[in-house]
């Protein structure tokens, strides 16, 4: 049997978590309540646990008068009996029971599966009007009847239960169990019975298929896992899955058939890998016919096919930095870069014996053009690099990108900036034994314009040592913002500052 101590007075409860031990004060706050509010059966005692929760709404005086007040609208409804219309024996109470469910609402659960609201806007009406249209079964019908009765639930001042209010939203949910014995509760003779697990969202799943249809379409593209949540996000109008959500999902989608790596500095590229033995099985399995034009070039498209799969799985492995001027100039490294199948192809159709640079050159343009996004060819950005330096023309660049023979201005400007950026505040070969001076040469285009703006001046410096060194700095393929730059500039001017004070200390102790 329970310790009468250890029982709420309140609820006749066990209290075991969140309670208060009474005291005289408090004994005597409760029995003054149970007295407005004319029950007896409340009667603590001192060192008595009660419940906190049990408590605070028993002794609230709001509470008190809204009890009493629904205590006095039950009474008169007794005394003087109710008529037998419909409209009587169904009279509903929007001010004090939930619209959804039917039962009463305790709006000083702020928290909890009891949370309730009172409606506070007034498209919450028309947006429940349209899933009733949605949803379609016997709850909506009496949710709908509710509401057409209302009219107005704002100015009615109806509650909801917040539970309630997500279970009618969900397509396939109906009345939550705890309220299906509740007096007032609605009675559903055809309620659906809820399945194991989350329910599947469809309108997620429609927009992940499209998703995935748009990446098919778009192999030949640079896409990453954050491009394709924003593109999913399109397809439903807001919502969308996580980037480690879509991540999974992909892999579940296509299996093996995909490859997710950082490439050119974007982190989740994904590309699709098609293995030769599928593309030759698909060329052999498709029917044959007897037109042998129509052979010819199916076998010329199964032949490209092949030659583009092996591009693109060369291009998912692309390195992180720009390839450096020995690189450029080696014969080897840009035959390297052509994957074999095209040299085959290459050397098949050109007639000389030594095309090594033609092939080489001719090769990597279709691998930029195969994979414009994705792959940064040498022979294609030493061009523009060279060009740019010789003649600084964004004209010449631009017809040659065009033409499929340089990579484009923006890509010779992005190589400019992170090669300025990457070269290390350290000089090499400075030493106690070495000369260091400082070359500069300052530079001015006046402009004749109305406003006297849009002209330049700058200066440019170079750090000469004696004797010489050599030495290759790599060049990470990045995007350099201005406020990187800004960075890199003055760590480079505080290092120059630093550099001169240490050779002027050097000479002055050699002299």
Request: glycine share 6%; charged share 25%; with cysteine.
């Amino acid at each position: 049997m329970d310790d009468p101590l250890k029982t709420c007075p309140i609820c006749n409860e066990p209290c075991d978590v969140e309670f208060n031990t009474l005291g005289k004060k408090g004994c005597a706050r409760i029995k003054d309540s149970s007295q407005r509010r004319q029950n007896r059966t409340v009667q603590p005692t001192v060192g008595q646990r009660v419940h906190i929760e049990c408590r605070r709404d028993y002794t609230n005086d709001n509470n008190i008068e809204k009890d009493l007040r629904q205590q006095n609208r039950d009474t008169d409804k007794t005394e003087l009996g109710e008529r037998s219309t419909r409209s009587k024996q169904h009279r509903f109470d929007f001010a004090s029971c939930c619209f959804f469910c039917g039962t009463r609402v305790n709006l000083s659960k702020t928290r909890g599966p009891d949370e309730a609201y009172r409606v506070r806007t007034l498209s919450l009406q028309t947006e429940i009007l349209k899933k009733c249209d949605e949803r379609n079964d016997e709850w909506a019908d009496i949710v709908k009847g509710k509401l057409e009765f209302a009219r107005d639930l704002h100015a009615a001042d109806a509650v909801y239960h917040i539970t309630c209010n997500c279970n009618f939203r969900a397509l396939g949910l109906s009345i939550p169990k705890r309220y299906n014995d509740k007096p007032g509760a609605y009675a559903l003779t055809n309620a659906p019975s809820r399945s194991v697990g989350r329910p599947p969202d469809t309108e997620k799943l429609e927009a992940f298929e499209k998703t995935a249809e748009y990446l098919i379409n778009h192999d030949d593209e640079q896409i990453t896992i954050g491009e394709l949540v924003q593109k999913m996000q399109e397809f439903s109008g807001g919502v969308g899955y996580t980037t480690k959500w879509m991540k999974k999902k992909l892999l579940e989608r296509f299996d093996e058939k995909i490859i997710i790596a950082n490439i050119l500095g974007k982190s989740n590229v994904v590309t699709f890998r098609t293995t030769a033995k599928s593309i030759l099985h698909d060329f052999y399995s498709s029917p044959k016919t007897n037109d042998d034009e129509s052979e010819k070039l199916k076998l010329v498209k199964a032949a490209a096919a092949l030659i583009k799969n092996e591009i693109k799985a060369a291009s998912a492995t692309t390195n992180k930095e720009y390839p450096t001027s020995e690189d450029i100039s080696s014969g080897a490294y840009n035959l390297d870069f052509v994957p074999q199948s095209l040299q085959l192809f290459l050397r098949l159709i050109f007639s000389e014996k030594d095309a090594d640079i033609k092939i080489a050159s001719v090769g990597q343009a279709i691998v930029q053009a195969a994979r414009p996004r994705v792959v940064i060819a040498p022979l294609q950005i030493g061009l523009g690099v060279q060009m740019h330096h010789h003649f600084g023309s964004r004209y010449l660049i631009d017809v040659l990108n065009a033409m499929g023979f340089s990579s484009s201005y923006t890509e010779v400007q992005r190589f400019e900036a992170n090669a300025a950026v990457s070269q290390s505040t350290d000089i090499p070969g400075c030493a106690k034994n070495v000369i260091l001076q400082y070359v500069a040469d300052n530079v001015d285009h006046n402009s004749c314009t109305l406003d006297g703006y849009n002209s330049f001046h700058g200066m440019g410096m170079i750090a000469t040592t004696t004797p010489g060194t050599r030495r290759t700095t790599p060049i990470p393929i990045g995007w350099m913002s201005p406020p990187k730059i800004q960075k890199k500039r003055e760590q480079l001017t505080s290092c120059i500052s630093s550099q001169r004070q240490f050779t002027l200390g050097t000479l002055h102790t050699g002299n």
